[in-house]
């Protein structure tokens, strides 16, 4: 969401099926008279619970935007958005389709293998700034855009996927439990000039630009203490008052991702106009990606450009 001439305020509240709230704001504020200054900022609130039994999800965010006109043709911008997920009952695999006989289980559509204790918590934050030029009349349009965006995520899981249930006692599944966290940050940065050009007296259109990306990412493990496999699975079938305990600890952060991502992109692309009846779109791009690190004790090394 930009900034805007006009002032505004936008205020929502909604409220829905199983325990479902919502609420949200958006204002907008010129900053100067004739508005070439101006903040934009936005917040919303969601919490709901669902249809399958145990999960529910909270979800917040807040972001600004401010943007100014340093020149007629040169206009700045920056923002930052913060966002927080919860979410309670998250799973960590399919159910499981069959009884030990082969025969088809037939869930209902509220069926959740995870307990009430299994939670994913995701922390995104990002922030970008932007400077944008359109020389005079000419029609054309320089951009060019820096992003940063991290990503931090929490999170204790149930794996249930090992064996298959008897059909007389919903027994015989078994499982592991295991927390998880990971920590991303991502740097990108965009530059593109598009706008029309004239050739043999008609007028055309000419597009390319470039971009450089480079991600961090880290991941770590803790598994259940004591050792948490296999875990014996209660019936399935009385899963909303019967759960698997909740273990009484974890065990050591294990770094078991450890990879960086880099990534360059080029491209041009033109809109050509031979006749009032024809037009043709031609162009090229080229793209390098290389990832290095390593990957649950694989060394990674990736390299391809196309």
Do not use: C
Not at 58 to 72: F, M
Not at 270 to 295: E, F, H, M, Q, R
């Amino acid at each position: 969401k930009r900034p805007t001439k006009e002032r505004s305020l936008y205020l929502g509240a909604y409220a829905g099926s199983y325990d479902a709230y919502r609420i949200e704001a958006d204002a907008n504020v010129p900053l100067d008279a004739d508005g070439d200054i101006a903040f934009r900022v936005v917040g919303a609130h969601d919490r709901r619970d669902s249809h399958m039994f145990n999960y529910d999800n909270t979800r917040s965010l807040i972001g600004g935007t401010i943007s100014a006109a340093i020149t007629p043709d040169l206009k700045a911008t920056a923002g930052y958005t913060y966002q927080h997920n919860l979410s309670h009952g998250s799973g960590w695999s399919s159910v499981v389709h069959h009884y030990s006989d082969g025969t088809r289980i037939d869930h209902d559509r509220s069926v959740n293998f995870a307990p009430p204790w299994a939670f994913w918590k995701v922390m995104d934050e990002q922030a970008f700034g932007e400077l944008t030029w359109m020389p005079g009349s000419s029609g054309w349009k320089i951009r060019g855009i820096f992003t940063m965006k991290r990503a931090v995520e929490d999170q204790a899981l149930l794996y249930v996927g090992f064996g298959s249930p008897g059909r007389t006692t919903g027994l015989g599944m078994l499982g592991f439990a295991s927390q998880y966290q990971a920590d991303y940050m991502r740097y990108t940065g965009d530059l593109t000039a598009a706008g029309p050009f004239t050739l043999f007296g008609r007028e055309h259109e000419l597009t390319l630009g470039g971009s450089w990306t480079q991600e961090d990412g880290r991941q770590w493990s803790n598994a259940a203490q004591p050792v948490s496999f296999p875990v014996v699975i209660p019936d399935f079938r009385n899963f909303r008052n019967v759960h698997v305990p909740r273990p009484t600890a974890f065990g050591p952060k294990i770094l078991q991702l450890d990879e960086r991502e880099r990534q360059t992109r080029g491209y041009i692309a033109t809109w050509l106009n031979p006749a009032d009846w024809l037009k043709l779109i031609v162009g090229t791009s080229y793209s390098k990606v290389k990832v290095t690190g390593i990957n649950y004790s694989i060394p990674t090394h990736r390299e391809n450009g196309e």
